[in-house]
């Protein structure tokens, strides 16, 4: 995982708490061009509030404290590779999900 990787990773890590009270998550799902792309999981997925949480709370704490991140956005409109290296890892973890039962 390259540097900038981590500092995001632990940015997040300071948001989660606050997502995971209601119920909800964020996921990393990768960065380019300044753009960090989320996930919203949980009871985030699909919220009336989750873009507004991307760009009014993640967003500005990922500005403020990783140097490079110009703007975070969804999962959504993550260019495709950036979406494949992340929809690969889910399908790991799904496997590693299903050997395990």
Same mark, same amino acid.
């Given at each position: ?11 997040? #890590?300071?948001?989660? $708490? ?5 119920? !909800?998550?964020?996921?990393? %799902? !990768?960065?380019?061009?300044? %753009?960090? =792309? ?10 009336? =509030?989750?873009?507004? *949480?991307? #760009?009014? !709370? ?5 500005? &403020?404290?990783? $140097? ?5 956005? #969804?999962?959504?409109?993550? $260019?495709?590779?950036?979406? *494949? $290296? =992340? ?11 299903? &050997?395990?039962?």
């Amino acid at each position: 995982m390259e540097a900038i990787d981590k500092q995001i990773e632990i940015v997040l #890590s300071k948001v989660r $708490p606050f997502l995971q009270r209601e119920g !909800g998550d964020v996921e990393y %799902v !990768g960065f380019k061009d300044g %753009v960090v =792309y989320v996930n919203m999981v949980g009871a985030c997925e699909g919220c009336a =509030y989750a873009d507004a *949480d991307i #760009s009014q !709370g993640i967003e500005t704490i990922l500005v &403020e404290e990783v $140097p490079g991140v110009i703007r975070c956005d #969804s999962v959504m409109h993550a $260019p495709l590779d950036i979406l *494949d $290296p =992340y929809l690969k890892r889910k399908e790991e973890q799904y496997k590693k999900l299903d &050997e395990e039962k």
